[in-house]
C-alpha cells in the first residue's frame, strides 16, 4: 500500500523530540511512529506522546534497558523495539569479551545520557562476571572536544582496553587524541552507529585502525545475514543512491523499522491503531539486523556483531569467524 512519510527533526534533545512527535501526531495524523534515535529523547516520547495518545511506536535506535523495561514492568504497551538493548549487546559478547578479545582490565568512556550510562553499567556486569575488571569510568558531556585529561586517567588506570559509547564524531576525536597521547589500548565501540568508513574519515587511518565495533548489520558482509541476497541488494542500492558509506550505522535501521510496521500493518489489514499494536504481537519475519518477533516487554533479539577496522577496511575479527 502506499506510505506517506512525514519528518520532523527532534534534535536528539528531549524536549525537541516531544513536541515533533507531538505534532505528527496531532497535526499530521499519523498513524504510527518511528522515533527518536538517542534513549534520552525515546523515553520522553514514550511517556509523553505515543502511550499518551496510543500510536504505535516503533524504535528502531535508541539502546536503554528502561525504553522497553522498567522495574521489571513493560512501561508503555504501545511500544515495541528493534534495536537490541545495551544489556543485549553486553550479553552478547560474553564469551568473547575477556576471554576471546582480552578485555581483561576495561575503561570506560560513556556518554552522560540514558545510554552512555547504561552501557557502562550493563558491560561492567559482563567483564566482572567473566573475570575481568573494571579500571576507570569516564563520563563524558556530549558536546565536549578535549578528552585528554580523561584519556591520560585511563593510561595511567592501568587499562589494557577502552569501551567508548557516544556517536560516531566525538568516538573519532577521542580517538585522534589517544593516537597524540601514544596509546595502544584495544577500544570496543557500542551503540550500532560506528561504521569503519566513518571512522577513518573523521580520525584518520591510522587512528581508526584495530578499533572493534559493535553493530547489528554488516553491509560489507552480506552473507552474515539472514537473508543475504536481500542484505546486498539493499548495501548496493543505498550506495547506488549516492548515499555515504559513512551512514551505513543507521541506514539499516529505518528500513527495519518500516518492515516492523508493515508486518503489523499486513496482520492487522487496517490502520486502526488498538488493532495494529495488537498486530505487533504476532510479527515474525527477518529484517536486515536479524528476527523482528516481540516479546512480553515489546522488544525483539536482533543480530549482535564485530567489525574490525584492519588495513584501513572493515573485516571479521577471528573471534566472530
Known amino acids: 500500500r502506499p506510505v506517506t512519510l512525514f519528518i520532523e527533526d527532534g534534535a536528539n534533545d528531549p524536549a525537541q523530540s516531544v513536541s515533533a512527535a507531538e505534532k505528527l501526531v496531532t497535526r499530521e495524523k499519523v498513524d504510527a511512529l518511528i522515533a ?23 524504535v528502531d535506535t535508541a539502546s536503554s534497558v528502561k525504553v522497553t523495561m522498567l522495574d521489571g514492568k513493560r512501561p508503555n504497551p504501545w511500544l515495541f523495539r528493534i534495536s537490541p538493548t545495551s544489556r543485549m549487546e553486553a550479553e552478547g559478547l560474553e564469551k568473547a569479551l575477556v576471554p576471546k578479545m582480552g578485555f581483561s582490565k576495561v575503561a570506560f568512556m ?18 566482572t562476571r567473566t573475570g575481568g575488571t573494571v579500571v576507570a569510568t569516564e563520563i563524558i558531556n556530549a558536546d565536549a572536544t578535549d578528552f585528554l585529561t580523561q584519556l591520560t586517567k585511563i593510561k595511567n588506570a592501568g587499562a589494557n582496553a577502552i569501551i567508548v559509547t557516544t556517536d560516531q564524531a566525538q568516538v573519532s576525536l577521542i580517538l585522534k587524541q589517544y593516537k597524540q597521547l601514544g596509546m595502544n589500548q584495544k577500544i570496543l565501540t557500542t551503540g550500532g552507529g560506528i561504521v569503519p568508513e566513518g571512522l577513518i574519515l573523521l580520525s584518520g587511518p591510522d587512528a581508526a585502525e584495530g578499533v572493534n565495533i559493535i553493530t547489528f548489520f554488516a553491509p560489507w558482509f552480506p552473507e552474515m545475514a539472514k537473508n543475504p541476497a536481500e542484505a546486498k541488494w539493499f548495501s ?8 555515504a558509506a559513512k551512514g551505513f550505522g543507521e541506514c539499516f535501521r529505518g528500513y527495519d523499522g518500516m518492515k516492523a510496521l508493515k508486518a503489523a500493518f499486513d496482520l492487522a489489514k487496517t490502520t486502526d491503531k488498538e488493532k495494529v499494536r495488537a498486530a505487533f504481537a504476532k510479527v515474525d519475519t527477518w529484517g536486515l539486523s536479524g528476527r523482528i518477533k516481540f516479546d512480553e516487554f515489546g522488544q525483539s533479539s536482533p543480530n549482535i556483531l564485530v567489525i574490525q577496522v584492519k588495513n584501513g577496511k572493515p573485516s571479521i575479527p577471528d573471534f566472530m569467524k
Open 110 to 127: 560513556a556518554v552522560n545520557n540514558d545510554w552512555g550510562r547504561g552501557a557502562a553499567e550493563e558491560f561492567s556486569k559482563v567483564i
Open 236 to 243: 548496493e542500492e543505498y550506495l547506488k543512491r549516492g548515499n
Open 36 to 58: 527518536a534515535w538517542g534513549s534520552s529523547p525515546t523515553l520522553a516520547v514514550s511517556a509523553s506522546v505515543s502511550k499518551k495518545y496510543g500510536i504505535p511506536h516503533v
